[in-house]
């Protein structure tokens, strides 16, 4: 079996970020970049299919700029066996573009599952491995916190509000996935100086991001005002009651 | 004359409560830019469980409701819609940012080539087109795009418009095709898991209580539970407390969690670190309880209590209760 898993690159969750003068950009000075959380989800669940059978075999993709070869390289000392880096010379954030280019690449090879996490927490648009699967005629089942092979057939948990509906369906799919149930690996040091001798197989990809929509402006949210402490102890309760009940009308 | 077609959701074959939200802004789009306010229901739906959605000044109803699709079926689901959009050619098409939305407007666009952009907070008429502002890097940063060109498909961050109605008005109700392909190789949707008791989600609830570490030990969310149950609210969690198995992802607020804006949200032993705030900076009110005065979480509460959660908690049920 062959498995995909595309994987972006994205600033550190804890960063704290900066627009940059044009308005346009975040300023890149100080920015740690790491795997977007739901890809890296997405490949433990892969590695975890391949701990119980060693013949799956597991490609990473990613679509960025030079820094994401880092990244790659992790995921090979976690225990992917190839690395595709579609080389770019900025991050592209439009998804029909990343869309189209990752089709290219992933046409090459008959692949049975490709993962996705099911949105980048940089952007937060939610919308590549649903047109990935539009593309290439390819089911995708998406928001997933789990999923395992049966009789071999996918069968996939899907988050909706409030429950979870189980599909089934044949290969080849796509799943995007939600934060799993299982814990991530971390790689030992010893995994990360061999990786880095494994090769990452680049291509050079000249896309750029489509300028409809035209990004206008970028602008931090309003700041909210330091509230007030009503009391220190149980004595309090009853004045934040009056103030939700009577002041805010909340509750 | 061109139209908007916003895509809303039934359930129990009543509308959605997140649909009101869509409703409002197709509304006020469609006079603005003076398109036929068109709206299209899937799933089972039954008019007479709910007159609302006469208060919207819809000018066409289309329901796609048969027990065939009652339920989700991304493909099914796909094909209805696609059918009926080549039909209309709407300049734009609203979608909700639920679940369903969430997995069908990017299939929608994909196979009409319209732009797509997701979870919107507000859409401006320009001239040429739409100015919509959405939140990026879970709400660190806002940014605004600018469509020049039509058609596009929008989805609506949850909780982000206000809801207005407007006299009730006649709607011309339309039953269309829903074709079911007999596609074998399709997946299909073999169980839904519902939890033992039902619940409110958190993206979906306009109050929110929610507990993190603070709660010492996951027993405690019992707590949690009951003031939830009496202010009919979600429960939440933090990111520590989901990590540690103590309550379900489907509970976390934050950036890899659920991002959310209620009209309160109310943090028991929650520090306030920036995955997490992120998450629900958005809410209208925010009340905040923990133990630790220097916790970041005072500098964007409204209100604030420092104390113990296991005296604050009891007593604020023993006082709601009593009213």
Redesign the interface.
Known sequence: MNIAVCIKQV?D??S??K?AEDNKT?EDNGIKYEIN??DEYALEEALRLKDKDNTINITVISLGPERVKQSLTKTLAMGADEAIHLQTDNSIND??VI?NTITNEIKKKQYDLILFGKKS????????G??I???NGI?????C?EFAIEDNK?????????????????FP?IITH??G?NELRYPSLKDLMAAKKKSINTIDVDVNDNK??????????KK?E?????????S???E??R??REE?K?? | MSCILTVIESKNKEIKNSALELLSEARKISSKRNLDNKVIIIGEYEKNNSTQINEFGINALLTGSTDKISKYSPELYRDSLLHTINELKPEIILFSGSAIGKDLAPRIAANIGYNLVTECIDISIIEEGYEIKRPIFAGKIIQTLRFNKTPIVVSLKSNSFTIEKIEENEISIKQIDVNVSEDKKLPILREIIQPQKEVLDVSEASTIVSGGRGMKEPENFKLIEELAEILNAAVGASRAVVDAGWRPHSEQVGQTGKIVSPNLYIAFGISGAIQHQVGMINSKCIVAVNKDKNAPIFKFADYGIVGDLFEIIPELIAELKNK
């Open positions: 600033p969750t804890a704290q970020l627009i975040i959380p739901f998804c029909m869309a927490v940089d952007q937060d648009n939610n919308q590549v649903m047109i699967g539009e593309i089911p995708c089942i998406s928001n916190s996918i069968v996939a948990n899907r988050e909706v509000e409030g429950s979870v509906e189980v599909f089934e369906g044949e799919v939600e934060k149930k409809n929509p035209e990004l206008i402006r970028l602008e931090y949210p909210r330091e509230g007030i402490i009503i009391g220190e102890d149980k309090a309760v009853s934040l009651i103030i939700l805010r909340l509750i």
